[in-house]
């Protein structure tokens, strides 16, 4: 096997795709072979898709942690007209119902950011055709898999996939390993939660959404440093602070903070 995967369980695999250092995930079963996030471009998709090919997949199932570019354009690449493509209700709804703006944005925005990504405004954007509320299980054949929403966070619509029989837990961009939480869309006074309910059944390996896969241990400081961050927001927000004042300090670099205090007086004022 070619080092694009790192097995991590049994019949789990990871493939830290190195432009934005964004992860993909393949979970076998008996029957079908599901797929947690599809990377940025129709280029990266082909090349995924002839990855797969080293696990022997069966039918494949497709997840979207997120509505961002980097875990959803290569949908239309990856998908067969009967593909199942999973994400969660605000995620589907973005992608469904703005795909012209999706792809305009994302464009505008990270195509000069690498040599892959020059071609995203050509990019086709095809949504999930199935939606999850709070949960749902998916049967692989031999194996199944949850789905589960545990509120906002990075986005309005992180889908976190639990693999129980390998105590497996792929969080999107919930979890960053390598940089600094990305709040560009985020709800920070909310995050901390939302990573927590997900992180009370973790067991075993846990996938972020960038960077190295991690133990329960790393996550949960994560979530501590995020709930830190949070406070701060609320505090400074309920005090009448600038932002400025309550960026000076705190977890993560400046001008992540600045970012999140940005984020979260706006998520505190609604």
């Known amino acids: 096997m070619s080092p694009a995967w790192q097995q991590i369980a049994d019949g789990v695999h990871v493939w830290r795709y190195p432009v934005l250092d964004v992860n993909v995930t393949a979970v076998s079963g008996d029957d079908a072979t599901l797929v947690v996030d599809t990377l940025s471009t129709p280029a990266q998709a082909r090349r995924l898709r002839h990855a797969l090919a080293e696990l022997e997949p069966r039918r494949l199932v497709l997840v979207n942690t997120h509505a961002h570019f980097d875990h959803c354009f290569g949908n239309a690449t990856l998908a067969g007209a009967d593909t199942e493509i999973w994400a969660h209700d605000a995620t589907r709804r973005r992608l469904a119902e703005r795909p012209g703006r999706v792809v305009a944005e994302a464009a505008a925005r990270h195509a000069g950011d690498d040599p892959e990504l020059a071609d995203l405004a050509t990019v086709t954007l095809l949504a999930p055709n199935r939606t999850v509320h709070e949960h749902a299980v998916l049967d692989l054949g031999g194996r199944r898999v949850q789905l589960r929403y545990a509120g906002r966070g990075h986005s309005d619509g992180d889908l976190a996939v639990r693999v129980p029989d390998a105590g497996v837990l792929v969080l999107g961009d919930l979890l960053e390993v390598d940089a600094p939480p990305q709040f560009g869309d985020a709800y920070p006074v909310s995050w901390p939660a939302t990573l927590g309910r997900l992180l009370d059944d973790a067991t075993g390996p846990v996938v972020p959404g960038h960077g190295g896969v991690v133990d329960v241990g790393y996550a949960r400081r994560q979530r501590?440093?995020?709930?830190?961050?949070?406070?701060?927001?609320?505090?400074?927000?309920?005090?009448?602070?600038?932002?400025?004042?309550?960026?000076?300090?705190?977890?993560?670099?400046?001008?992540?903070?600045?970012?999140?205090?940005?984020?979260?007086?706006?998520e505190l004022a609604g």
């Open 224 to 266: 501590d440093e995020l709930a830190e961050l949070a406070d701060r927001i609320a505090a400074g927000h309920a005090a009448g602070a600038p932002v400025e004042r309550v960026a000076a300090a705190g977890p993560f670099d400046l001008p992540t903070r600045r970012e999140a205090v940005a984020r979260g007086y706006a």
